[in-house]
Nanobody, 116 residues
Framework: QERLVESGGGLVQTGGSLVLSCQVSGFSLADYAISWFREAPGKERERVSCTTRSELTHYADFARGRFTISRDNAKNTVYLQMAGLKPEDTAVYYC??????????WGQGTLVTISS
């Protein structure tokens, strides 16, 4: 069964850093793009970043320059390094992939809280 499991969230102060991990199982990470999304209280879920099969990366404007996405296909894991964190980065962070057609897989999310 295809699964994504996020970890690494927590409480940090403004300006701090965190590294989120997304562990993939049930399929080969090397064959798929993976995205990180986030959902803040009262707001819509938004894409943060993605890494393609060819390891191209894309970032939302708010993430560019502060966040770095990377993948380790041998470990079936995608990482999101976050630095210079701000209170507005507080959200549940999810990883996501589309396995083709309407087959979307989401993780359960990991909570990131930034204190001011």
């Amino acid at each position: 069964q295809e699964r994504l499991v996020e970890s690494g969230g927590g409480l940090v102060q403004t300006g701090g850093s965190l590294v989120l991990s997304c562990q993939v199982s049930g399929f080969s990470l090397a064959d798929y793009a993976i995205s990180w999304f986030r959902e803040a209280p009262g707001k819509e879920r938004e894409r943060v970043s993605c890494t393609t099969r060819s390891e191209l990366t894309h970032y939302a404007d708010f993430a560019r320059g502060r966040f770095t996405i990377s993948r380790d296909n041998a470990k079936n894991t995608v990482y999101l390094q976050m630095a210079g964190l701000k209170p507005e980065d507080t959200a549940v962070y999810y990883c996501h992939t589309n396995l083709g057609g309407y087959v979307d897989v989401w993780g359960q999310g990991t909570l990131v809280t930034i204190s001011s």
